[in-house]
């Protein structure tokens, strides 16, 4: 399975670190240099991951709110570059998955990587919608007999 990527960031050795990384865990990286061009990727493009710089916050900001506003079939998993005083209560509240903190080593970008793969992996995308249904059925156990039931969500 290939995962897709975009990075929208400024900073030239930190997308070198991050090209790098992508490069050995086998994920796709297409970096961006503007949040207009971010946002278009974003909405035209399947993508399993993005990752932003908050040093530019109202770009960050766009993308997680660009990332939440995509059909759940298309979830896209985003992780914000933060600086150390940054909280990360108000990160994960604007909607981030994943955050990394500056200043970015080799190791923590590593790490944090591999879990965003992780992530990735199991946020596979239905190539079908669920299809709506409610379908009665029973439950038999040994312990509480006989349960009525709904099957929902096929």
């Known amino acids: 399975m290939s ?16 090209q790098r990384t992508f490069r050995a865990l086998s994920i796709e990286l297409e970096h961006v240099h503007s949040r207009d061009t971010a946002l278009e990727k ?28 995509l059909p759940s079939r298309r979830k896209c998993l985003v992780v914000v570059l933060a600086d150390p005083q940054t909280s990360s209560n108000v990160v994960f509240a604007a909607g981030a998955h994943m955050v990394l903190y500056k200043p970015l080593t080799q190791e923590r970008v590593l790490h944090g990587l591999k879990a965003l793969r992780n ?36």
């Open 42 to 69: 974003l909405q035209g493009k399947c993508l399993d991951a993005a990752i932003v710089d908050d040093v530019d916050s109202e770009s960050a900001v766009a993308i997680l709110e660009a990332a939440k506003a």
């Open 3 to 18: 995962f897709r990527s975009l990075l929208l960031c400024e900073n030239e050795e930190t997308v070198g670190l991050i």
């Open 119 to 154: 992530l990735m992996g199991r946020n596979c995308h239905r190539e079908s919608q669920r299809v709506q249904v409610g379908i009665a059925a029973t439950l038999h156990t040994e312990s509480h007999g006989t349960i009525p039931a709904t099957v929902f969500d096929l």
